[in-house]
């Protein structure tokens, strides 16, 4: 075996671990257009990612392999994966034919799971089963025994790192899917035909043929226009004959406009936003005027995404209003508005009153030094950790810091004109009693969507129907809707008596930055229109707190420790899922504070990614490369599990004393976010391996000639590792970090790896 | 001073009498149960019945409740869940219905309890319609005092409406006598999948009726209301002859039933088989309920099919949810000229006088005095 196989078979690692992430981020963007995604969904799919990635690693730990040195299987693998990884993006565009689903309907938690599972099947699983092969076949090369697995564990991660950025800075903004999969198979491509001249099996030969035949393929499909045909052909299918006109990415969402006679609609990962040239008349109307009629004469107005297509139209129609900044986070949508303009959006962005800005609503309202007589918040309820950073205490203290004294904040949350449902009422009174807690007054226009504005000026509770008709005579504004009989119908006492009569008995928590339960009471209503089986257990996940929680991992330890007893050495899996759980949730956390900190920028957010996965590289690369230095494992393998639960102790006094720290200079956050970043998947990184050489080293298989051995342990812990991350990522961003909060969140973590640690104790030592 | 044996005897008693005091309050709130109309005892051993309300003909075995979710089956014998169980009481304008052409500007108290025997993918009012009666949370209110309710509140009608009013059928025509009897005036939006018997004997006491006549196949239906489409249409062609006034509803749903041959083909029908002077209300539809991915309709697509309507010689075709369009205005069939000017639910302009156009004296359908 020469260095330039080793170098050739390195190489092949870093694509593999390339191609890994850009299948799941692309697989992730296709099937979250496909169900309208939430933050349930979005864990429910990453989920059947790592489920499969860890059924495979373990099948191919346990891989029989009777042929030494098998490339061949290998380079199959490798090629079986390029071309599973197109055909699974053709399959996530067509599975809604597939399965009979009209295009335009949305799907519960329950079809979204099992059509996950199914889409994700080949790529997840030949993912994972390259990743504990490769390990293997890496001892056969080199010999390194027990160190092949920090080595490959290393270079595939570097390999996902590179990958990551470039599909989310440079592939997904140029090229679509269809490109992206196809470039992807003649990377994977190249790399065999480097690999296989070094052999001469009939595999070998077989491999040859068809690593030739991916190549060239692709090859054709990209340089001529067969990528860009089947990516149309498959848009057309998955959108059913609707006339689609414009189909574009952005690192933020995915645009696309359908334009039915002389109607565009545009839409958002699926879901439509805006339509022109004629708008919901009756929605844009009262979300303008009844905020501006219930001012003397607004002048500076701020509007939070939503504007264009119809609301800023009605604002303009204000001779008094001079100034309107207009927010939304994403170029591209008002890019695509522009390209397909209409009377009324030619006239909202070209108007010299209004001014764009393309960046997160949270960071524009810190840095913005114009006072506001009216904020309208134009974005529905929140449905991500992301989109709830918008309805919490502190993003409303935010505005009234940027509001005139008599400054108004209007925003829309859903509602009825019929009935309340316990999930409704849970939601509307959340995010009502949270508005409540920082501004004096309020009013409610109740709706099917309601309309909250809310105020520290008195005068906004004393509207009436006689003013804000007056003052539309005054400002002589025409409408299609409002009008004296209307406002009458809408203000009257009535509405207001049995909406409030309707939420009275309701208590919930606030919605905060970093106790999102506002997000948690949307998905439980959101659930309902889709699953509604599943109400029962949103219902009883809404009363989970601490000490239920401390109570659970009692149990479990406790069960764990009787386990033990009968297989001597399952302390270690344990902690490697734990492990694997908490760095999931302190991913988690720590990304989703810096957004609360900094707001959303995603370049932002790729750097702090890639400062994670970096730290779990360097950690498994440094342990690996020091192994022969370190006689005893176990011991520094439990100074690691003390090291995780102090992480997660001072994660949780970090948050306690937020306030403490928020004072220090923006700069010195910025640096301590990297940090905690790195280090915690530093930690992560650094357990993987001694996990694996502690437990061959057990088993007495630390002779590098044992392959079976090395594939065994490493697609056990692996697939434990990625089922720790699984339960971590579907319950921590739906149920912990909304229901708990994230300093409970992080006593929990602490908790649980104190559990993991005790346990060790048990662990046999030779 | 009391004895240790009655000290111990009211200690456990009380706990017992709260209990049952607490379980007393429960079924207050709970639905009250009404023996129901149109069914038949099939197996008096196995205690299994046939409902007959409305085509489905549910066959329900003890304890089982309908496809409507709103008739159960107790010890062999049928009863109606939402019986003088509102989960929904309102006071709304008589054009939400929506009824154009019936007493405008008038108030309608508005009930409706939970359940529906269909299953549209696009309901508006999913939360109580696709629900059974005892998950809602509901109000007692016998059919008096819903008629005296909608006397408080100065209503000219009332109105059976939000859910399909044909799962609280007896409720429906119990409050329908008593408000006939106080010169109060019944109208109802149903989907009008009901059978021809109960039918009949409601329309007694129905005055108009806005059916949804959602699409015209049965491929439409089938597909996204598992339903069928003809009971609907005997159902409309029933009320007419009984002299109800009737009001249609469809829908416009892009993709679905917006093609013009089968918007012709409806319009041709209602012509020919209910009559000229039958309303109809083309809806601008938004994503709702269950379908989530779709574009709203085009306003030209209404535009068209008011058109079509007009050139199969309906009187009154009608665009909803488009406020301020003129297609919410009625119109004189004969000189055309606007007779009620309307913005949403509001009336701006009214040349009505006695039911008849204020400019040609030409007589114009509906209902406009009590």
Redesign the interface.
Known sequence: MNKKTLYYFISSLLIIGLGGIVAQTILLREMLILF?GNEFSIGVIIGSWVVWEAIGAFIGGKWNRKIKEDTGMFLSLIILFSISFPLSVYLTRIFKILTGI?????VGIIPILYSSFFILLPTGFLHGFLFTFSCSLHNQITGEGSSSIGKVYFYEMFGTIIGGILVNFLFIPYFNSFQIAIGVALLSAITCLFLIPSFHTTRGRLALIFTFIILVSSFTLLVGKGAERIHLLSIKEQW???NVISYENSFYQNIVV?Q????Y?F?SD???VI?TP?P???FV?EFAHFPLLSQQSPETILVLSGGAGGLINEILKYRTVKRIDYVEIDALLLKTIKKFSTPITQKELVDPRVNLHYLDGRIFIKETPVKYDVVLLGLPPPHTLQSNRFFTEEFFHGIKNILKDKGILALTLTG????Y?KE?KNLNVCILHTLGKVFAYRVVIPG?LNLFMVSDSEEISHISPALLHDRLNTHKIK???I?L??LK?RLHE?WQN?FFNSLKDIETPLNRDFSPRGLFYNIAYYN???S?SLKTIFDRAKSINLSSIILFIIIIFVSFLLLQRKYKKISIPFAIATTGFSAMIFELILLFSFQIFYGYVFYEIGLLITTFMGGMAIGSLIITSHFRHIHKELRLFKVTEIAITAFSFSLFLLFYYLDFISSFKSIYIHILFLFLLFLSGFLTGIEFPIANRIYLRQSGVLNPNNGDSIGKTVGMLYSVDLSGGWVGGIIGGLILLPILGISAGCIMLAILKLSSLLLLMTFPEK | MISRRDFIKIACLTPLALKLEAKELTSKNSPSLKEALYYQKLDEKKKTVWCLLCPRACTLSDGETGFCRARKNIKGKLYSLGYASPCATHVDPIEKKPFFNVLPETLSFSIASAGCNLRCKFCQNWQISQVSPLETVNSFSPPEKIVSMARTNRCKSIAYTYTEPTNFYEYMLETAKIAHSKGILNVSHSNGYINQEPLKELSKYLDAVNIDLKGFNSAFYNKLCEAELEPVLETIKILKKSGVWVEITNLVIPGHNDDTGMITHMCEWIRKDVGADVPVHFSRFFPMYKMTGISPTPVSTLERAREIALKAGLHYPYIGNVAGHPGENTYCPECRKTLIRRAGYNILENNLKNGKCKFCGGKIGGIWMV
């Open positions: 309208s009209p295009p335009e309907m949305g059913q004959n609707k359908i039915n006679e002389n109607q609609t839409f699926g879901i439509p339509t004629v919901d008349i009756a109307e009825s004109l019929a009935y449902s409704l099917d409408t299609n809707l009008s009989t209307h119908y009535r049995w309902l229109l889709f509604p």
